[in-house]
């Protein structure tokens, strides 16, 4: 089976009452033996009854464990019962170069994650790099300590950030970032992380006017 890409795509305002994924669900079918990718997705204001208000990635069949890559995603926004922004369970997933801000879980305690919630499945080995999730460690559920080798998210190691992206309103939309090159007083902590990459941001260009 070719490889799978969704680009370029925006998932806004859709609701999935009594499942998970309110903006996209994932689900690796068992002769899914080439790598996937999202790049470049705008997944924002979407609602899911159960995991991954934005985004929910279901476990693979064990036969195909192929790596799936989220790139340049930004998630704000989403609301869930668990994992407001992402949901992933037992994957090979690398997350990278993307944001997730202002999403929100309903659940309480060790397992919650308002951002970003990951299982502690056996066979879940995802990887969170260059990736801005603003808030404290209920922003980030990983009970498990699955995500980065069992070393977990933490900001400042994998060149990942924690802050405001400090969003600014375009042509487009609400989702740019903030640049002093656009006539914004400071740069979003976004804009050139790392060696002239962005995290996330959807693919507009730097002016907003």
């Known amino acids: 089976m ?9 998932f806004i305002n859709n609701t999935c009452t009594a499942g998970g994924g309110g ?35 279901l476990p693979q069949y064990a036969e195909a464990q192929q790596p799936i890559v989220l790139r340049g995603l930004t998630v704000t926004g989403n609301t869930a019962k668990l994992g407001g922004g992402i ?17 929100s879980d309903s659940q309480t305690g060790g397992t919650s994650g308002d951002q970003f919630w990951t299982s502690s499945s056996a066979s879940n080995k995802s990887k969170v790099k260059w990736t801005l999730c603003n808030g404290d460690e209920g922003e980030f559920g990983d009970p498990g300590l699955k995500v980065n080798g069992g070393n977990g998210f933490f900001p400042g190691s994998d060149g990942n950030l924690d802050g405001d992206p400090l969003f600014v309103t375009g042509p487009k939309g609400g989702w740019y970032l903030a640049q002093v090159a656009a006539g914004q007083g400071k740069n979003s902590p976004a804009v050139d992380p790392a060696a002239g990459a962005a995290v996330g941001g959807f693919a507009w260009g730097a002016r907003t006017t």
Request: hydrophobic share 45%; glycine share 14%.
């Open 23 to 57: 903006g996209l669900t994932v689900a690796p079918h068992s002769n899914y033996l080439q790598p996937m990718a999202l790049e470049n997705v705008l997944l924002v204001n979407n609602k899911a009854g159960n995991e991954g208000g934005g985004l929910h990635v």
């Open 87 to 103: 949901a992933i369970q037992g994957n090979v997933v690398s997350l990278e170069h993307s944001i997730l801000f202002g999403n």
């Open 2 to 10: 070719a490889a799978g890409v969704i680009r370029n795509t925006v």
